[in-house]
């Protein structure tokens, strides 16, 4: 305990957004501003997280969204929450989430970014206080600033993300973002309303011991994909799936693993939106030394092509050599 009160106070976030927009010489500084407007908004959200229990925000909202999901209340809170967050800021001139069919025109048409948001991850496991998130996706506009955005925006291609990151609401609460200079992760200290640099440069161990899916779906999945998780039973390795996305995500960028979500009968795509889930995190996890494809081909995740906002995507996300390993397994498949 003495050690720990003789530590140095640490860089906020605040104070490192800065200190980075000042080792670009050309930052204009909106990119800096969207980042705060976001951790804003994560803070937020993460306020309505912590308290769902007590203050009815629990169970479903009653109405279906575009992906003909039912959603959640705090689906719908998170969303308006965030879409209020990047209206008042002034840098985002629109935002495409996944609670919305169309793209939100911010009205901030002089604003040079647009935003692609899921803005609750996880929703299935709000009820049961297991951890939860909200990803995000940041492309500079295509289209002249001073006109609305359109589609064209938001459809660039996941290589074209200038920033990407999100906030996991844990047992303790994070922010991890990337700018395409590294991988940075900021813990929430709830009693400063502040988030502190907790892990400076985020890198995924090359191999790992993880495997994590829904086996639920282990009879839809295609063969090269069983092969492969057999193979990692046989090897002993260990089974962990939380079912939010982004904590299983969070994981295997911490210790290393495989996440896979591969197409199913039911979803020959996959499950896994592209723009707001797919993306990002692949953005991030390339950022951190590791590898996303999308097929058995090993199509990396950000080389496709998306025509739609609200494109599904297969998803294998994690360890380099895993990742490779499973396409190898593919191949001798075949
Ligand atoms: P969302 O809650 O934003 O709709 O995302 C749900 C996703 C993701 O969080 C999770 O990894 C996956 O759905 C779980 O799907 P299964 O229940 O089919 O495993
Ligand atoms: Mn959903
Ligand atoms: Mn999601
Ligand atoms: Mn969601």
Redesign the pocket.
């Known amino acids: 305990p003495d050690n720990a009160l003789a530590q140095p106070v640490g860089t906020t976030l605040e104070r490192y957004i800065m200190r980075k927009q000042s080792e670009f010489a050309y930052a204009t500084g909106e990119l800096s501003q969207l980042l705060r407007d976001i951790a804003l908004a994560g803070k937020i959200i993460n306020r309505e997280v912590n308290r769902a229990g007590l203050s009815e925000l629990k169970g479903a909202f009653g109405t279906e969204n575009v992906?003909g999901?039912q959603q959640q209340k705090l689906d719908v809170v998170a969303n308006i929450r965030f879409i209020r967050a990047l209206k008042n800021g002034g840098q985002a001139c629109a935002i495409l989430s996944?609670e919305e069919d169309e793209i939100i025109q911010t009205g901030n048409n002089q604003g040079r970014y647009v935003v692609a948001m899921?803005p609750?991850?996880?929703?299935?496991n709000i009820d049961v206080n297991v951890p939860i998130g909200t990803i995000f996706s940041i492309y500079r506009r295509i289209t002249p600033v001073g006109t609305p955005a359109t589609k064209d925006d938001f459809l660039q291609g996941g290589r074209k993300q200038i920033a990407a990151g999100y906030v996991l609401y844990g047992s303790s609460t994070m922010l991890v973002y990337t700018t395409g200079h590294g991988v940075v992760g900021f813990t929430y200290e709830h009693s400063l309303g502040e988030f502190f640099l907790s892990h400076p440069d985020l890198l995924i161990p090359q191999n790992g011991k993880i495997f994590s899916c829904?086996e639920?779906?282990w009879f839809d999945y295609p063969e090269y994909v069983r092969t492969y998780l057999m193979e990692c039973k046989r090897k002993g390795y260990t089974g962990r799936?939380v079912?939010?996305?982004?904590a299983?995500y969070h994981r295997s960028l911490l210790m290393g693993g495989i996440y896979l979500?591969p197409p199913t009968k039911k979803k020959p795509q996959g499950?896994?939106r592209l723009l707001y889930?797919c993306y990002p995190l692949a953005f991030l996890i390339e950022q951190a030394g590791g590898a996303a494809v999308a097929d058995a081909n090993g199509t990396p995740i950000l080389d496709i092509v998306a025509t739609d906002c609200h494109q599904r995507s297969a998803l294998v996300i994690g360890s380099t050599n895993m990742v490779k390993e499973i396409a190898a397994s593919a191949t001798a498949t075949a």
């Open positions: 992906q999901e996944e899921d609750l991850d996880g929703s299935a829904n639920g779906h799936y079912g939010s996305l982004v299983d979500y499950k896994l889930e």
